[in-house]
């Protein structure tokens, strides 16, 4: 299965590790230093030109990835659960 976070940027739903919300994630400064340390590296991944809102993780065949998207967290855990629930109803 995967997950749309926007514009033409889709991820499998396995390799996601965790999605989290930008604003309050950044108050810590570890996230924050785990964000400039990915950047710096190339792993990060801007999928929208819009303000951004949350950043998704993801292990991609063993390379860590971080994407940036204008969507809320909510919105992406609720997609991601709904295409749970399709894959059910399909089995």
């Given at each position: 299965?995967?997950?749309?976070?926007?514009?033409?940027?889709?991820?499998r739903?396995?390799?996601?590790?965790?999605?989290?919300?930008?604003?309050?994630s950044?108050?810590?400064?570890?996230?924050?230093?785990?964000?400039?340390?990915?950047?710096?590296?190339?792993?990060?991944?801007?999928?929208?030109?819009?303000?951004?809102?949350?950043?998704?993780?993801?292990?991609?065949?063993?390379?860590?990835?971080?994407?940036?998207?204008?969507?809320?967290?909510g919105?992406?855990?609720?997609?991601?659960?709904?295409?749970?629930?399709?894959?059910?109803?399909?089995?």
């Open positions: 299965m995967y997950l749309h976070l926007g514009g033409d940027t889709v991820i739903k396995d390799e996601i590790v965790g999605i989290f919300d930008l604003e309050n950044t108050i810590s400064v570890r996230t924050r230093e785990f964000l400039t340390e990915a950047e710096k590296n190339g792993k990060i991944v801007n999928v929208s030109a819009e303000l951004p809102k949350s950043f998704v993780v993801c292990q991609e065949q063993g390379v860590t990835r971080i994407y940036i998207c204008q969507l809320l967290p919105t992406l855990i609720k997609r991601a659960s709904q295409m749970m629930g399709e894959a059910e109803r399909k089995e």
